[in-house]
């Protein structure tokens, strides 16, 4: 497993490293776009997050049932998508802007609650309540869209029924390995991330 790991790492780091980098591009623009925002509209994110910490504190609960489902609902979505533009040359760019809008809402995300709460708390809440399912859902939208893209240029160079079927069957299963990933992901966020986000809440 962890030489199939290195040998896939390294086979498609050049593809890895432009995902990254367009990931830090969205990332870029979600700060931006705060930064950069009127006033009135910094005043009514404020507000709107003041309002959630409040009802956190004052102990609004979790419906863990309904949390997992819509996380799972949209990673869903999310993969079936990624899956369907990433086995042709037009839906490259699509799967380029997907990363693109994630790396954009997680640095707006971040930017909103630290303009909020400030630097210290701002990162410390966000990151609680981010960083750890991001640290497997971002790997895994990599893997899938690189997968796809390899089917593919595996079934051009050589569109033998034999080929076909093996590219194939390889893709289904990277596409269950990849969603497996987002599965644990929506675990993580829903039961780990949830919770650590209002412990540090409750002190902030």
Request: hydrophobic content about 45%; charged content about 20%; glycine content about 6%.
């Amino acid at each position: 497993m962890r030489k199939a790991l290195e040998k896939h790492l390294k086979e498609n780091i050049k593809d890895y490293f432009i995902c990254g980098l367009i990931l830090i591009i969205g990332l870029f623009l979600g700060t931006m776009v705060i930064n950069n925002s009127a006033d009135s509209t910094k005043q009514e994110i404020s507000d709107y997050i003041n309002e959630f910490n409040l009802k956190v504190k004052d102990g609004q609960k979790i419906d863990y049932s309904n949390m997992i489902f819509e996380i799972m609902k949209k990673d869903a979505k999310l993969v079936l998508l990624v899956s369907f533009l990433s086995i042709s040359v037009i839906g490259i760019m699509g799967t380029y802007l997907i990363i693109g809008y994630k790396g954009f809402c997680i640095g707006y995300t971040i930017s909103s609650i630290v303009l909020t709460m400030g630097i210290g708390k701002g990162l410390a809440c966000s990151l609680s309540l981010m960083l750890l399912s991001k640290i497997i859902e971002l790997p895994a939208i990599f893997f899938l869209i690189i997968s796809g893209r390899k089917m593919y240029k595996t079934i051009l160079e050589d569109r033998s029924k034999e080929n076909v079927k093996y590219a194939i069957t390889k893709y289904i299963i990277n596409t269950l390995i990849a969603f497996s990933m987002f599965t644990f992901s929506a675990l993580v966020e829903t039961y780990l991330s949830s919770n650590l986000f209002l412990s540090i809440i409750k002190y902030v």
